[in-house]
């Protein structure tokens, strides 16, 4: 969905500097995420062996290994597994680094090798009173929770738009449509970042037909319907070409990015705002019909934009976090009702009554998290 | 903003039409002149409040307004405890809205800026314009269609509350049939019902979920004597002897559910609403003959005479011969539905509709038939079974049908929807 639509939403908060000041000043001394310490963690396919699990409050540097034969996954989870930090797409061998700030309380770390299931788990116990947050820096901490995130998302989207856009010069059909969803649910559960630079959103997410008159027709949709219309993607090196080139320059602009509180708020809606008239509604990916992918990569964006609040809105209103917790919950379950594979099912499979669950499911999650702002402005 | 000022108010624009309106003025809340009407036997100006309490809902004997907004839900949680908090919340929000106010208790405009606003704002300025709210519960919301007893209300269903069953010629289409609840909006203006419907959708969000939902125009009976008899789609008076608010005997007999009838316990002082979407088949019909036209109808198209008589409000006489033949047609619609022939009569209060046209560049037009009864069987039903050979169905086709028990009217200002059946 190209950014004229989103965009406003997003700038617009902006201008709040006055609400949010505080905020920033307060980030260098408790929310910049300067790093204590390094723990080390080794992941196997049967074990996530994390160094020290009694920890002082603050932040913490974890250095994941991946020491076994699958591609893992490492999350550090609070309360009810409220994802604190993550990393994704660990391949054997490698290691990857990650920051968590960790205030009092029971956490837990989790390998997930495979990719899949509720990974093999291991108790974190952190004590102290220090790095206890004010009501403020829990929100400056909120921005930087984000951008950790958002960046956690560039990297493998760079590293599976690569792939693809290797597969489609390969002329490799087969593989590029495997590929294809695989590198845009992390564009999706990023989308309000990548959105507001609106010089390269329309060249890499524009539809046919959005285009200015005299503009060519660009990006993934472009390659989507070569793919899935055409079945010939011979001419379509160009359009790979730069592709790859916009992703490369957008992923880096995104990395960048620091989102304010209101802004998170308004992202975690314009996410849902996305699911609702964009893939609900088939539009998306009006070729392949991968709809189901964005759908789940923008509602785990918008559950992750609510999980940096979430320390900030667990004070001031429980009783809504409870609240969008079921509603995320519940449109998570009737997602996943359509699972197929490692994926999920085509749209051009989801029946009428399946539309209107989904659909109904993602209108009462968007009445509660559009309440989210207003708590945070008001604070 | 004090919740108590109508949205005309709000932006300064009290003019005559609704000055009875706030008798009470800023500080009572009390809406004086609305209240003091007795809905069955005055009639408000168009742009004055129903009263929303009373022995039966509003929107039923209350002069039928211009316009509707009705729609129908399923209940999407099963959780009893969110149903009823939710329909306490509609019923709040709708006796504000009765009144002319916002839904909200801050407003469209006077909320946090950062905050969605509590009312949808399309309403500022308008008068309450006759608003009712009629609220329904469907056979579906007491056994669920695999059995279920979700809200724990099996054993309370009244045993007229089941589905219709199938006439020659039915053509429903499950998606716009049926629903677990309905709210019947009319209103004088078509920007309030609608308002109205929208609000209480969004109040419904992860509790209800909007089945089908019909706009209707142009009131297509009468329900009391004040009242001008509206022509339907086909051009012909509807309603000429249909049920009036001022014939308390015949509502008691016909309409109202009496102590001792099933259900009573809950719905004594309710009636069933049966709705049907009746698509007319506009370019035949007008392409009959005017002949044709009456001798289908059974009426004159002009003064609505029954056919053989001179004026609207003739009787209709099914044994006067003319030429020595029934002066009306024994297949006419006047004839097999009146209350000789049917030995029943059912309060009707449908709207004409025209959703557009049907993609064969026809109207996709017809009547939005509602009709309030004691007991379907013995009211719609028994109607419609009369109507196997009615000359008029060659012209129509029912593509919807639902039917709903509405309970009583709200008692005072503290009184919720569903209490009789729930509290």
Known sequence: MPVRDRRPALLAVLTLAALTTAACASKDENGGGKATDLIAVKATDEACDVATTDLKAGTHHFEVTNKGSKV?????????????????????????????????????????????????????????????????????????????????ETAPFLAQTTAFVAAVKAGDIAGAKVL??????????????????????????????????????????????????????????????????????????????????????????????EIATGKITGEEERYSHTDLWDFAGNLEGSRKAIDTLRPFLGKFDAKLVAEIDQRFAATQAELDTHRSGDGWVTYDQLDQASLHALSDSITALTESVSKVAAVVAGR | MNEHLSRRR??????????????????????????????????????????????????????????????????????RDELVAMLKTWTEVARRMAAGRDAGPIGAVDGNQYAPPDDTGE??????????????????LFTTADGGDRFRLAARRPAPLVDLPAFPGDQLQPARSGGDLCIQACANDPQVAVHAVRNLVRLGVGVVSVR????????????????????????????????????????????????????????????????????????????????????????????????????????VDVAKQVDGRPAIPPTSHVFL??????????????????????????????????????????????????????????????????????????????????????G
Request: glycine share 12%.
């Open chain 1, 72 to 152: 893992t996954e490492f999350y550090v989870y609070g309360e009810g597994d409220t994802v604190i930090a993550e990393v994704e797409n660990i391949a054997p061998g490698l290691s990857r680094e990650i920051l968590a700030e960790l205030p009092a309380g029971d956490y837990e770390a989790a390998c997930k090798p495979g990719m899949a299931g509720d990974g093999i788990r291991q108790k974190l116990t952190v004590t102290g009173t220090s790095a206890a947050l004010s009501q403020d820096s829990a929100l400056a901490k909120a921005g930087a929770d984000y951008q950790a995130y958002v960046q956690s």
């Open chain 1, 180 to 273: 294809y969803p695989a590198a845009r649910i992390h564009w999706e559960r990023i989308e309000p970042v990548a959105e507001s630079f609106g010089d390269l959103d329309p060249l890499i997410d524009g539809r046919e037909g959005d285009q200015e008159p005299g503009q060519d027709f660009t990006g993934f949709h472009r390659i989507e319907k070569a793919l899935w219309v055409a079945g010939d993607v011979s001419d379509m090196g160009p359009y790979a070409d730069q592709l790859l080139a916009n992703v490369q320059q957008i992923v880096q602009r995104a990395n960048e990015v620091t989102l304010e509180p209101l802004q998170l708020a308004n992202g975690a809606k314009a996410l849902l705002d």
């Open chain 2, 10 to 79: 709000l932006l300064g624009m009290v003019g005559a039409g609704t000055a009875g309106v706030l008798a009470a003025g800023a500080a009572g809340g009390v809406i004086g002149h609305a209240v003091a009407l007795d809905p069955a036997t005055s009639r408000p100006a168009a742009d004055d409040a129903v009263p929303f309490t009373g022995r039966h809902q509003a929107g039923i004997v209350t002069p039928a307004q211009d316009r509707l907004h009705f729609v129908a839900f399923d209940v999407t949680t099963d959780n």
């Open chain 2, 123 to 140: 309403a500022i300025g308008l008068p309450p314009s006759g608003l009712t709210l009629t609220i329904g519960f469907g056979p579906s």
């Open chain 2, 212 to 315: 089908w939902s019909q706009l209707g125009f142009g009131r297509t009976s009468s329900t009391s004597t004040g009242q001008a008899t509206p022509r339907n789609l086909f051009g012909f008076k509807d309603g000429t002897n249909n049920l009036k608010a001022e014939n308390d005997a015949a509502l008691d007999r016909f309409v109202w559910v009496a102590e001792g009838d099933s259900g009573s316990d809950w719905l004594a002082g309710g009636s069933y609403l049966v709705a049907r979407r009746i698509r007319m088949l506009v370019e035949p019909w007008d392409t009959a003959t005017l002949d044709e036209q009456q001798r289908t109808i059974g009426r004159t198209k002009g003064a609505g005479a029954p056919l053989g008589q001179h004026a609207e409000f003739d009787p």
């Open chain 2, 337 to 422: 539905a009146n209350p000789a022939n049917a030995k029943t009569a059912i309060l009707r209060r449908g709207y004409s509709f025209v959703d557009g046209s049907d993609g064969l560049g026809r109207l996709d037009a017809g009547l939005f038939f509602i009709a309030y009864q004691r007991n379907p069987e013995t009211g719609f039903v028994q109607v419609q079974r009369n109507l196997r050979m009615d000359a008029m169905n060659e012209y129509i086709r029912h593509t919807s049908s639902a039917v709903f028990a509405c309970p009583p009217g709200l008692r005072d200002g503290h009184d919720w929807w569903g209490r009789t059946l729930f």
